[in-house]
């Protein structure tokens, strides 16, 4: 994949920008890489053109960029500049809520949409904080090159720890219960998942105040997930006027694959393409 490397006033960014049609930014969550694709790759095929901004500590986007997610809004605002592009449809996914909402309340008149895909709103759990800085702070490398290793050997093994954080299920049921091609899908992501510095940064992430969006927003979030509970969905309702919840009948924060998947990319198209 063919990356772009932008110097803007506070440090590179790197992103992609690819395909033609209406641009879609999408913002990927926490340990995604330029190589991670749940599924949204394939919107490019869909008529849509695809800017992929890489987070703060991911890839090569340095930290000076924005650590804080309104100061990364303003970032991201200098490379929309730079491709001139005026408005954009956002995707915000899990750990990168925070960011697409100071984009959409911060500057509004570059967002035409906000699509929230099992996005975090709420603030981490202390608990969940020390645990996530203890094995993604600077252990990171090791920490990812165990587990591949690991992942070859004891496939089932690896895959039940790392469920057990995403769904509120049995974990060895649901493990049991995924396609060849689901499972497929979790180990690509497994592979191409990178800390780098940039999901200790999101540890101390606070979303803006979200009664602030006045733009069109979808919200799509799992009953099941653990990783990010529902309650964040329901906040979102009650809070933002011009807001839909779409209850995805997934079985873990991986809302992308499952019996509902093909549900939830129909569900992106319609509101994307709702203009």
Not at 23 to 46: F, M, N, Q
Not at 77 to 88: F, Y
Request: hydrophobic content about 40%; proline content about 5%; aromatic content about 8%.
């Amino acid at each position: 994949m063919t990356t772009t490397l932008l110097d803007t006033s506070k440090g590179i960014v790197e992103f992609t920008y690819k395909g033609s049609g209406p641009p879609v930014l999408l913002l990927k969550g926490g340990h995604s890489t330029r190589d991670t694709d749940l599924s949204h790759s394939s919107l490019i095929y869909e008529g849509f053109s695809l800017l992929t901004i890489s987070r703060p500590g991911y890839d090569y986007t340095e930290l000076s960029t924005g650590r804080t997610p309104e100061d990364f809004a303003d970032t991201i605002v200098e490379v929309l500049d730079h491709l001139q592009l005026e408005k954009v449809n956002v995707i915000s996914i899990s750990a990168a809520g925070p960011t697409g909402i100071a984009l959409a309340v911060h500057h509004p008149d570059r967002v035409a949409r906000l699509l929230l895909e099992a996005a975090l709103l709420t603030s981490w759990e202390g608990d969940v904080k020390k645990r996530a800085a203890l094995l993604f702070g600077p252990a990171e490398k090791f920490v990812w090159s165990s587990l591949r290793t690991m992942l070859k050997f004891f496939p089932d093994l690896v895959l039940k720890q790392l469920l057990a954080d995403l769904t509120t299920e049995n974990v060895e049921d649901y493990l049991d219960n995924l396609t060849p091609n689901d499972r497929r899908f979790i180990v690509d992501m497994l592979a191409t998942s990178q800390s780098g510095k940039g999901f200790i940064t999101d540890l101390d992430h606070e979303t803006p105040d979200i009664n602030g969006l006045q733009v069109p927003v979808l919200g799509m979030y799992s009953q099941k997930d653990r990783s990010v509970p529902y309650t964040n969905a329901l906040l979102l309702k009650s809070s933002v006027p011009d807001c839909e919840i779409f209850e995805v009948d997934s079985d873990s924060h991986l809302i992308w694959i499952g019996k509902d998947a093909h549900t939830v990319w129909k569900k992106r198209l319609e509101f994307l393409t709702n203009t």
